[in-house]
Nanobody
Framework: QVHLVESGGGLVQAGGSLRLSCAAS????????IGWFRQAPGKEREFVGA????????GYADSVKGRFTISRDNPNNIVYLQMNSLKPEDTAVYYC??????????????????WGQGTQVTVSS
């Protein structure tokens, strides 16, 4: 079992950057693929990006490709979401999630077993 806690959210101006962290408990963290999702008010939760167990594979939604980067530090049980060139439409609650079935990028939120509580990101124009 994995317990996830996101941090690093906040208020930033358009064009700015934030780095979100997803800290995980559990000895087998390196066997979990981690996904980042976001949910804006009145909208469904959507895929942002994900990273495989080893970190060898990453994938991103088209809306963030080239601006966001996911990395992981398995010895310290942390996954990062570096967000650059932020836009007002990136405003949302950001969640990290973990799944252990597939050592690959997984963009289907229904396949994730564990979720964090979320962290708010607000981008002002």
């Amino acid at each position: 079992q994995v317990h996830l806690v996101e941090s690093g959210g906040g208020l930033v101006q358009a064009g700015g950057s934030l780095r979100l962290s997803c800290a995980a408990s559990g000895r087998t963290f390196s066997r979990y693929a981690i996904g980042w999702f976001r949910q804006a008010p009145g909208k469904e939760r959507e895929f942002v990006g994900a990273i495989s167990w080893s970190g060898g594979s990453t994938g991103y939604a088209d809306s963030v490709k080239g601006r966001f980067t996911i990395s992981r530090d398995n010895p310290n049980n942390i996954v990062y979401l570096q967000m650059n060139s932020l836009k007002p439409e990136d405003t949302a609650v950001y969640y990290c999630a973990a799944e252990s079935r597939f050592d690959m990028v997984v963009d289907d939120l229904g396949l994730y077993d564990y979720w964090g509580q979320g962290t708010q990101v607000t981008v002002s124009s």
